[in-house]
T-cell receptor, first 114, second 114 residues
Framework: DGGITQSPKYLFRKEGQNVTLSCEQN?????MYWYRQDPGQGLRLIYY???????QKGDIAEGYSVSREKKESFPLTVTSAQKNPTAFYLC?????????????FGDGTRLSIL | SQQGEEDPQALSIQEGENATMNCSYK?????LQWYRQNSGRGLVHLIL?????REKHSGRLRVTLDTSKKSSSLLITASRAADTASYFC??????????????FGKGTKLSVIP
């Protein structure tokens, strides 16, 4: 079955630590996205990538970094510079970044501070 | 920047009743999409309506779009307990810089009581 796999499902971060969230898709999509969701809130865009080796900052990129070395993979690193990392992180993909494209989502990673 | 805003924030109905959720937005859009999120899971795309369309149907879902009022509604007919979820509208639009972006609202939490 085609889809998006996020891992781990739950992650805990210690003070001053960087953590990396994994996102893999086998939908052959060009575009991939990372969103942050806080309780009772909508999704806010952290980073997006339209193609391999290219990525752009979204609305709340500070304290986060990404890479896109393979079409299938778009890992997100939450750095120690992100002072309030506790949230639900969602990865998504679409055929491309053009209009009228639905996005397909993984089941998220819940990050908490120890 | 938050574009779509759903109303009501929460809705509780009996199984078999219809559920209507509304979404209002502020600026011109290219399309509007509705997504469902079950608790602790990722979002699932339900329906996309383009700015030149007024109504779309998919199974028990009916979406309307009124660009003159900058609003959309999602109607779920003959609701079931399995429809219990949060529903998000997302507006697709081009920014001033010419980049296309999908912006999510905060969602309506629907509870369907058996």
């Amino acid at each position: 079955d085609g889809g998006i796999t996020q891992s781990p499902k739950y992650l805990f971060r210690k003070e001053g630590q960087n953590v990396t969230l994994s996102c893999e898709q086998n939908l052959n999509h060009d575009a991939m996205y990372w969103y942050r969701q806080d309780p009772g809130q909508g999704l806010r865009l952290i980073y997006y990538s339209q193609i391999v080796n290219d990525f752009q900052k979204g609305d709340i990129a500070e304290g986060y970094s990404v890479s896109r070395e393979k079409k299938e993979s778009f890992p997100l690193t939450v750095t120690s510079a992100q002072k309030n990392p506790t949230a639900f992180y969602l990865c998504a993909s679409s055929w491309d970044r053009g209009p009228n494209q639905p996005q397909h989502f993984g089941d998220g990673t819940r990050l908490s501070i120890l | 920047s938050q574009q779509g805003e759903e109303d009501p924030q929460a809705l509780s109905i009996q199984e078999g009743e219809n559920a209507t959720m509304n979404c209002s937005y502020k600026t011109s859009i290219n399309n509007l999409q509705w997504y469902r999120q079950n608790s602790g899971r990722g979002l699932v795309h339900l329906i996309l309506i383009r700015s030149n369309e007024r109504e779309k149907h998919s199974g028990r879902l009916r979406v309307t779009l009124d660009t003159s009022k900058k609003s959309s509604s999602l109607l779920i007919t003959a609701s079931r307990a399995a429809d219990t979820a949060s529903y998000f509208c997302a507006t697709g639009a081009y920014s001033g810089a010419g980049s296309y972006q999908l912006t999510f609202g905060k969602g309506t939490k629907l509870s369907v009581i058996p």
